[in-house]
């Protein structure tokens, strides 16, 4: 499986961005594709993930403002970041793994490049 992240950038606080992960690489039917993001000095936390049949699974500190939607057409997840403040600074991460529901990414089998996003006041 193959992950490419791309879309990420400088942002004005308030803006929107967003991220692309184009896909390949699955063998079954059923797997999740994930954003995860990694700030300086923090953990690396979970955003939001979506399923092969399009459920989406949502942390709880981006709902409202973070938006996942997959195209199967073109193989690609988007992350659509709306209200965004320099606390979303940080490496964002496209990630998978097979199942069939959030628990396949705990925890991812694989993993983007990663994409950086940079928010400023």
């Known amino acids: 499986v193959q992950l490419v992240e791309s879309g990420g950038g400088l942002v004005q606080a308030g803006g929107s961005l967003r991220l692309s992960c184009a896909a390949s690489g699955f063998t079954g039917d059923d797997y999740v594709i994930g954003w995860f993001r990694q700030a300086p000095g923090k953990e690396r936390e979970g955003l939001s993930c979506i399923t092969s049949d399009s459920s989406a699974y949502y942390r709880d500190s981006v709902k409202g403002r973070f938006t996942i939607s997959s195209d199967n057409a073109k193989n690609t997840v988007y992350l659509q970041m709306s209200s965004l403040n320099p606390e979303d600074t940080a490496a964002y991460y496209c990630?998978?793994?097979?199942?069939?529901?959030?628990?396949?990414?705990?925890?991812?089998?694989?993993w983007g490049q990663g994409t950086q996003v940079t928010v400023f006041s």
């Open positions: 990630a998978a793994g097979y199942g069939t529901a959030w628990y396949a990414l705990q925890p991812p089998a694989y």
